[in-house]
């Protein structure tokens, strides 16, 4: 049986079990209900609160579990990357009121408040920086410096729109890109249950990326279509009724949809259609 730690609460949870429910586990109904089983596919799922994931993973009393990349690495567990999810996607910076600090080295003898204080004093030590005094809080962590706690932030940053509410603004480079993440305990064998999650958790972010796109086009241009739409392997031609046309089927990214269908067009290609995908192995 495969154990795998889910976020009860907070921006992962509801995106994390909606993933893994178009992969095809059983999810919970009621979002106070701690432990699931799905026998079905020999899985458990436990749901814990999304800091607390890599603790479980890295102590290896669950295989796997889903957590952000920054709570990852706050947490110090031994736990590692697995697989990429694609959502929850964030950026962590430091910020401070407009005009006071514009560079990291500023941040020495200041105080710096954040949720991740882990991830944010190793940064400032691989930075040779040394701020006065790093303030751990618990959230909200925007309003530390107007409410006299710390002169500088380390914080989640999405829009920018807290920050902005709060007349901070960013300085520095990002500390760290993060996102949704498959965790699993570091330097482990994997768990057999685990390829068929990650190879599941693979398909639902292709189904998500790609669309299928099918078209017809000349005989003689299908080269010309075929360089537009490579495909992921290679695409599907197939003859038509009509021999002087050919009819092709290929994967295309999502976010390029329009671009490739004005591309075919200008080509020769017509009858393009577009279609979903509901869910795929790849
Ligand atoms: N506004 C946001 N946009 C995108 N990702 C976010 C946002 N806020 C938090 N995250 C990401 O979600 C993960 C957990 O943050 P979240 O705020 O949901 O947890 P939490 O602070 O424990 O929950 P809560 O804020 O409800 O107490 C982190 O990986 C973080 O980067
Ligand atoms: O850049 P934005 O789009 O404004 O999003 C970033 C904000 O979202 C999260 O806050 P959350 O609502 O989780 O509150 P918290 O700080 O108490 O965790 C994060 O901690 C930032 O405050
Ligand atoms: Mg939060």
Redesign the pocket.
């Known amino acids: 049986m495969l154990r795998i730690a889910v ?1 009860n ?5 509801e995106p994390a079990s909606e993933m893994l429910r178009e992969a095809g586990y059983r999810q919970r109904r009621d979002t106070r209900e701690l432990v699931l089983a799905d026998p079905d596919n020999d899985v458990e799922f436990f749901f814990l ?3 607390d994931v890599a603790v479980y993973v890295g102590a290896g009393t669950v295989d796997a579990g889903i ?5 990852m690495l706050d947490s110090g567990a031994a736990a590692e990357e697995h697989l990429p999810l694609g959502f ?3 950026t ?1 910076r430091f910020a401070a009121p407009q005009g006071t600090v514009t560079e990291l080295s500023q941040i020495a003898g200041r105080r710096v408040a954040t ?1 991740y204080s882990v991830l944010v004093g190793a940064y400032l030590a691989e930075h040779g920086v040394a701020a006065d005094a790093i303030v751990h809080l ?2 909200a962590v925007e309003s530390s410096v107007r409410l006299g706690v710390a002169d500088v932030i380390a914080d ?1 940053v ?2 920018g729109t ?1 920050l902005r509410a709060a007349g901070l603004e960013i300085f520095g480079d990002p500390i760290l890109l ?3 993440v498959l965790i699993r305990r570091a330097g482990t064998e994997s768990h057999p249950g685990l390829e068929t999650l990650t190879r599941r958790l693979q398909g639902v972010l292709t189904a998500r990326q790609y669309v299928l796109m099918d078209y017809d086009v000349p005989v003689g241009l299908v080269d010309a279509a075929v360089a537009i739409t490579p495909g992921l392997e290679s695409p599907t031609v197939s003859p038509l009724h009509d021999r002087e046309w050919a009819a092709v089927r290929a994967m295309v990214r999502r976010d390029q949809t329009n671009k490739v269908m004005d591309d075919l067009y200008d080509v020769g290609a017509r009858a393009i259609l577009v279609t979903s995908i509901h869910a795929c192995r790849i």
């Open positions: 976020p609460k907070g921006s992962l949870s609160r999304p800091r957590t952000g990349r920054d709570l929850a996607r964030s962590f949720s618990d959230g989640v999405e829009t807290t993060s996102e949704a």
